[in-house]
Structure formats: C-alpha cells, structure tokens
C-alpha cells in the first residue's frame, strides 16, 4: 500500500521557467492538500483539493501558481515563470473522503530550487 | 479562524532527559489536535491525535500528549529523551472550512537532543 508519492523529490529551474509538482494520493484517499515550506518556517497551507474541483485556494499566491487533481492521474502544482523566492519544499498530503479529521498523510516532498 | 502557536523555536535537551514541545490553540468549538515530526529531508510524520476522550494521548515512538482545555494547551512530552528523537515538531489544528475541514501547522519547533 503505497503512501502518498510525489516527484519529483528535487527539481531545479532556472528563473522564468515552469515548474511542475505531481502528487499521486493514497489509494482511496481523494483529497489532496499542497503545502509550502520556506527555508526555516513552518508549513503554509496553499490549496485543497478534491477530484476535478478545488475546495479551498486561499494560500495560493494570486499569480503564477495553479493546482489541479484530475479525474484519472496525480494532482499538480504549477509554478509558471518562477523566482528565486518560490525555492521551497513543497509537500503534499492526501485524505480519505471524511477529510482530516483523523489527519493526513504526507509525501516525502518535492524541492524546488530556483537558480 | 484556528490557530496554534508553538511559543519555542527550538529545544535542547540530554539524552534520557524528559522533553517538552510546548503547544497552545485558539479554536472555536471543540479542538481536533494533531502533532507530527519531520526528520531532515523528509515529509511530516503523524505522531498523535486528540479528537475526543481522554486528555493523556499516546502516540508513536513513546511520545505522549496532554489536552488541557483551561489552558488551551497540547504540549508533547516524552520521559526520556532520545538523540534520534532530534526532528522539526509541529502542532496543528483543524480547521472546519464551510463543511470541509484542513489542518493548520504552527511554525515548528526543532528539537536537539544532545548526548
């Protein structure tokens, strides 16, 4: 039974470019939730997920970034022309459909360096 | 809106020492807690909940937490400290979010056990 998945683990752009993070749930887990963590902070929450609707984007920065969790594959994270301070950890945990009540589960995260 | 504080940005103690992460909420309603660890390089870990019942919650790798609800606090303990113990810890707390629910993270406390 494999865990939350996410890739890849490192990933390096050079500024002005896209970055894209997957994330594959736990099986029968079909809520997904993106965090960031910056260099010596605490995780942020970014955006929520369900299949094919976004529940809650308010952490999302207004522009640049975008999610989605598709009917059939992984959920993604976009970072379109990025900057030297989108370089972070971001992480991804899934849910079962009676939410977090009972806490999510995480993926090993994705690092994003920005050069 | 919930939150958690973590007053501590980091933590020593000797190895076989007790140890103490401090954690306080602000929740409307009834708190849904959770504690997790993240070990350099990795995603978060579940440790423990407290959804309901009794205040005293054990966790994973000997931890334990107490809910102590007149000082709005869920400090994690162990009684005997270990160096492979030395992680990022974070409280968190749930969110009820218009019928859905998220977690949210306090900033993190980083805990060096020293032999």
């Known amino acids: 039974n494999a865990g939350v998945m996410q890739n890849p683990r490192h990933l390096v752009r050079r500024r002005g470019q896209e970055a894209r993070l997957r994330c594959s749930p736990m099986?029968?887990?079909?809520?997904v939730y993106w965090y960031r963590q910056l260099p010596e902070e605490g995780l942020k929450f970014m955006v929520y997920l369900q299949k094919e609707n976004i529940i809650d984007e308010s952490g999302m920065p207004k522009e640049r970034f975008s999610a989605e969790f598709p009917k059939e594959g992984p959920s993604i994270l976009r970072i379109q022309q990025v900057v030297r301070g989108d370089s972070a950890a971001y992480f991804c945990?899934?849910?079962?459909?009676?939410?977090?009540?009972?806490?999510?589960?995480f993926g090993s995260g994705t690092r994003l360096t920005v050069v | 809106a919930q939150s958690v504080a973590q007053p501590e940005d980091q933590v020593n103690v000797a190895e076989g020492n007790p140890l103490t992460v401090k954690c306080t909420y602000s929740v409307s309603g009834n708190p849904y807690l959770f504690w997790y660890v993240q070990y350099p390089n990795r995603g978060l870990q579940f440790l423990l909940k407290y959804i309901t019942g009794d205040n005293l919650v054990k966790g994973s790798y000997g931890f334990e937490a107490e809910f102590n609800k007149s000082q709005t606090s869920f400090h994690l303990n162990k009684p005997s400290a270990l160096v492979s113990d030395s992680a990022l810890y974070f409280c968190a707390v749930r969110e009820l979010v218009g019928g859905y629910n998220k977690l949210i993270f306090g900033a993190g406390t980083r805990l060096a056990v020293h032999p």
């Open positions: 945990a899934s849910s079962p459909p009676q939410g977090s009540n009972y806490g999510y589960t």
């Open positions: 099986k029968g887990h079909s809520h």
